[in-house]
């Protein structure tokens, strides 16, 4: 897809996305991320979308994306209730604590010092992608590579140990 025809797509669906993502995050800045995100997407040949129904498409990657973001909300709720940076978790019980020592050593020793580094700030310090990334230097597609290969990464791994 060209950028004039993306930039078309962006000018005619924007305000219908953005607030299709409004409603299901209630917050500004998750949902210019996730619509941005979309367009970033096609820009960059990552998706490929169908002229004849465009609007269906783009409402359903809104849609899609921002079930990523509750995904990732609760996960990263969970992360904070377990991974404390000193002493014990809050409110763990047993399995808990356990599943704790394994990410900490896991995130420690298997995510490289960049991908780690973006989770802990993604995730553990409420940044947005856009936040992270001016922080570190790099751009929001690579915060968003790091990101899902390391939820990748750790799903993988306790789904694995899990069985």
Not at 4 to 31: G, N, P, V, W
Request: with cysteine.
């Amino acid at each position: 897809m060209t950028r004039q025809e993306t930039e078309i797509l962006f000018k005619t669906h924007y305000a219908e996305m953005y607030r299709l993502a409004m409603s299901l995050l209630y917050d500004e800045d998750e949902s210019k991320d996730v619509v941005s995100d979309i367009f970033a997407s096609l820009l960059g040949g990552g998706l490929a979308i169908r002229c004849d129904n465009a609007r269906g498409f783009l409402l359903t990657c809104v849609r899609n994306g921002c079930i990523n973001v509750i995904r990732h909300k609760q996960m990263r709720e969970r992360f904070k209730k377990l991974y404390t940076t000193r002493g014990e978790p809050l409110d763990c019980g047993p399995d808990d604590s356990l599943m704790l020592a394994e990410l900490r050593d896991y995130i420690d020793n298997h995510l490289s010092s960049l991908a780690r580094r973006i989770f802990i700030m993604r995730y553990l310090q409420d940044m947005t992608c856009q936040q992270v990334a001016d922080a570190v230097g790099v751009s929001r597609v690579t915060v968003h590579h790091h990101l899902s290969q390391s939820l990748e990464k750790i799903n993988a791994y306790f789904n694995n140990t899990n069985q």
